[in-house]
């Protein structure tokens, strides 16, 4: 299934979803004790969605933004939870979507979109847009295969952390780039 997607969707970009030591990896970085609005980018076929649903509060609220339809078909019949709101949407439209979420900031936002493949000015716009989404203390956790976003984070957040998990096959880069501020958008 994921492979079919993959070599029907460019922005799939993947032949498999993230393994377990990856998604533990990127999700160390929640604090789960207390109530958190968290975006996905990108959920596929639902890794992260479910074992943030694992440990998510009650009174938490998960919104999944997915490009691809059968993906999204997919985290319908898989994610049925009342704290999950699922979007067949782009990434970039974050701020429309938080907003007929009925919420006024994200507490962190996670994202496996491929954003070596998505042109210059969609991916000033989506980071532009997210840094927007998020709350301040909000974290932006993005996990690529490479390690080229480093300077387009550190544009546009106030602190960048980069770690690696090699037990993903391929092995992951994992960044953690943190909002302080409220005020500011970058253009690269
Ligand atoms: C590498 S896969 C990651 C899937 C899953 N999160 C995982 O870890 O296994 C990338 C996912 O991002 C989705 N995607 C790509 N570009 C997107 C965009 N601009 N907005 C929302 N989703 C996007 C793809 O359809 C795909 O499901």
Redesign the pocket.
């Known amino acids: 299934m ?1 492979l079919k ?1 993959f070599i029907r ?1 460019k ?4 032949i ?3 393994s377990p030591f ?2 533990r990896k990127v999700c160390e970085k929640i604090d789960f004790k207390k109530r958190n609005v968290i975006i ?10 479910k074992y943030i649903l694992r440990k998510m509060t009650r009174d938490s609220k998960l919104i999944l ?4 339809k059968n ?1 999204v078909t997919i985290l319908q019949n898989r994610v049925k939870d009342q704290r999950v709101g699922i979007f067949n ?4 439209n974050v701020l429309n979507i938080l907003e007929s979420a009925h919420e006024l900031g994200a507490d962190y936002i ?5 954003f070596s ?2 042109p210059f000015s ?1 991916k000033n716009s ?1 980071l532009n847009n997210t840094y927007l989404a998020l709350r301040n203390g909000g974290k932006f956790l993005v ?1 690529q295969h490479s390690n080229h976003l480093k300077d387009y984070l550190k544009r546009h957040f106030d602190m960048v952390r980069i770690e690696h998990e090699i037990r993903n096959i391929p092995p992951l880069c994992i960044y953690e780039a943190i909002k302080f501020s409220s005020s500011h958008v970058n253009h690269l």
Do not use: Q
Request: charged share 10%.
């Open positions: 994921y997607n969707d922005n799939v970009a993947s498999t979803p993230t990856g998604v996905e980018f990108g959920p596929g076929s639902g890794v992260f969605s933004i997915e490009l691809n993906f949407d782009n990434a970039e996670i994202s496996g979109i491929p493949f998505i969609t989506i996990y």
